[in-house]
């Protein structure tokens, strides 16, 4: 979940000492400067305007693109098998025995349809809907974008009785599409290596990657998808004859279930498809996963609006019908209904409308009121025909409005003390006097002692610090009204300004950064592994904003005289060492931040210029999931089985 993001200044230009343009800037200005991009040079010159991104995040969907028109030829029925390979050289082969893309000329074109579809964005087979009832893919640029960020790709298509293959140079072809021999078969091969100059990373996390080819199957039960790895010997086949409902399944399988068998349920209606599957556990978590199409809008959408909405009037209206809540007694919220809940939505429809080319939000407006009448159609059908699943369920919900009443309580009674008010900030914190919250930055920091040091060796300006005394509650096993009981989560709360629970609010957010910085042994991994539960679990916004940080204290202080450099892990250090000759050479191992003087802490971890942070980023929400289930859980052995299979890649133990 964190990435490895380097913090430096960085200066603005002005325009000039009146903030605006001269006049010899505003004669020089013709039409001579606008540049006109043809072909795929926006996509070469904008990367992230098609990607997001040129790191690691942006190389995994370089994949997806071409993954998901494999996937659109099995949404078709005309697809079953997908086979992805990261080779050695960090080049990636996706093969589907789908109908192989056309390779007979195009007549707007005049060239062939291969070429058309991987040299000009916006041309595919998408758009009429001849071709494709339902896709994920609807721009037309999906595999254009990877042609024109890879330094070399090779298509092959077989369409029996012939094999045809066309390479290309940086998006743009070598040569006609050749036949090259004989087939009984049909698909499409995608050979391609990613241009070095335009990405940052090569470096493909085969566990992210296989997490999403994981999804896929799941919601394409004919479809089996092979995933090798030649880096590492790593091979991997998904195939889910239950789909949606396994889906479910795997992610429940460490929990306390209410309901044993998941609540499955499909519906159709014109051109839209809806098939749900949903189970209650006796955790405190929501864990909702929304699909258009097999792609993962973690950003939501009208499906996923439609789908909560339905299952609190659902609820609602059931446990009334059966004199399990009172005409007078409050109604269940939209909170309640979903506390325990894992539920995986899936959608498909012909002409998705998206945000973005990452598709991270579903926009179609009349999904919204399909999946309603869906969901409102056959829950309550199910509750009707499972009176004890529902009646279970139904406590589970009055269960967490009991403790949402509670939670309200704690948070009048802190509030009435002035505990949550942000005009009365915690006493132990020391605020900076920046109010701009771009601007602004938050160390939470382990213990009184490098607290103080932290204090000291701060840039008051902008930086503000927030000791904690000891290990903040488990979040993973705690609900909201006992974490407001504890005074160090208060504090926190306090000073993030943004409140939480129902009335989370990240637009009162007070820092831009804010950052964790912890020991380097076993007791500051556990804190720092708490907070980032609790922030998960409780104030997710600030991860999905990407405003939470790891500092990177160093692990070394080695020095020469009056020459020190520091080192971050034992390979620096080692270069270190070499760099001083290893003569005369004194090296200090820091266990802790209070070792370090507020000068140290200030030029090794707090000093924007030098300093090294991790950002957290939450790419796959189901499996950080899991992982905090495994770590966090109630269960001792999933913790057990989770150290085994992670053993050998621990860099640094403290024993």
């Known amino acids: ?177 050749e036949r090259i021999g004989k087939t009984d078969k049909n698909g499409t091969i995608i050979h391609f290596l990613p241009d070095t100059e335009i990405m940052e990373t090569l470096d493909y996390e085969f566990n992210t990657l296989a997490q999403r080819f994981r999804e896929v199957a799941y919601l394409c039960p004919a479809l089996r998808i092979e995933f090798r790895d030649e880096r590492t010997s790593r091979e991997l086949t998904f195939y889910f004859e239950r789909g949606i409902r396994a889906f479910v399944r795997q992610m429940n399988r460490r929990k306390t279930i209410i309901n044993n068998e998941e609540i499955f349920f499909a519906g159709a209606a014109n051109s839209l498809q809806l098939e749900a599957a949903l189970q209650y556990t006796q955790s405190f978590d929501e864990r909702i996963y929304a699909f258009a199409n097999t792609i993962n809008n973690v950003d939501g959408g009208t499906h996923l609006t439609g789908f909560r909405s339905a299952l609190t009037r659902t609820l609602n209206d059931y446990a009334r019908k059966q004199n399990l809540i009172k005409e007078k007694d409050l109604s269940l919220t939209g909170d309640d209904v979903r506390t325990g809940l894992t539920a995986v939505i899936s959608v498909r429809l012909t002409n998705p409308q998206f945000e973005g080319q990452t598709k991270a939000k579903l926009g179609n407006s009349e999904v919204r009121g399909f999946v309603e009448t869906t969901v409102n159609e056959k829950l309550g059908q199910y509750l009707e025909e499972h009176p004890s699943e529902g009646k279970a369920i139904i406590e589970k919900c009055l269960n967490a409005a009991r403790a949402r009443v509670a939670a309200q309580k704690a948070r009048d009674m802190v509030a009435r003390k002035g505990y949550l008010d942000v005009s009365t900030l915690p006493g132990k914190l020391a605020d900076c006097s920046e109010r701009s919250m771009e601007n602004a930055e938050i160390f939470i920091v382990e213990g009184d002692s490098a607290g103080g040091n932290a204090k000291q060796g701060r840039e008051r300006r902008f930086q503000a610090i927030l000791p904690l005394r000891g290990k903040i509650l488990n979040a993973e096993r705690t609900n909201l009204d006992r974490m407001l009981s ?57 991860i999905t904003n990407q405003r939470l940080y790891i500092a990177q204290a160093p692990l070394y202080r080695v020095a020469r005289n009056r020459d020190v450099l520091y080192a971050w892990d034992d390979e620096e250090r080692d270069r270190v060492l070499k760099q001083f000759n290893r003569t005369n050479v004194s090296i200090q191992r820091y266990k802790g931040l209070g070792e370090m003087n507020a000068d140290q802490l200030w030029e090794t971890t707090m000093d924007p210029a030098r300093r090294k942070l991790l950002r957290v980023i939450l790419e796959d929400e189901a499996a950080v999931s899991g992982v905090f289930d495994r770590l966090m859980g109630d269960d001792p052995q999933a913790r057990k089985r989770f150290i085994q299979a992670h053993a050998k890649e621990v860099q640094h133990l403290d024993v």
């Open 1 to 177: 979940m964190a990435k490895n993001t380097l913090e430096t200044e960085t200066n603005t230009a002005t325009l000039d000492s009146n903030n605006g343009p001269t006049e010899d800037a505003l004669d020089d200005y013709t039409a001579a400067d606008i540049q006109v991009l043809e072909g795929l040079e926006p996509v070469r010159t904008r990367p992230g305007m098609f990607i997001g991104s040129t790191d690691v995040r942006g190389l995994h969907h370089l994949v997806y693109e071409v993954v998901d028109n494999s996937v659109d030829e099995a949404l078709a029925g005309l697809c079953d098998r997908i086979c992805v390979t990261i080779h050695e050289d960090c080049s990636v082969t996706i093969e589907d025995n789908g109908r192989g893309i056309p390779v007979d000329v195009h007549e707007k074109t005049g060239v062939s349809a291969l070429e058309t579809v991987l040299t000009r964005l916006h041309a595919g087979g998408k758009f009429g809907g001849k071709s494709y009832k339902v896709s994920g893919g609807l721009h037309g640029v999906g595999v254009s974008i990877v042609n024109a960020l890879s330094q070399r790709l090779v298509a092959t298509v077989h369409q029996a009785p012939h094999v045809y293959r066309q390479e290309y140079r940086n998006g743009a072809p070598l040569g006609r599409v």
């Open 486 to 542: 504890n005074t160090e989560i208060r504090a926190m709360v306090t000073a993030m300004g943004t409140s939480i629970g129902e009335t989370f609010d990240i637009t009162k957010l007070r820092y831009g950064k804010i950052i964790i910085m912890t020991d380097a042994d076993v007791d500051g991994a556990h804190i720092r592994t708490l907070l980032l539960t609790f922030f998960f679990r409780f104030m997710r916004e600030i």
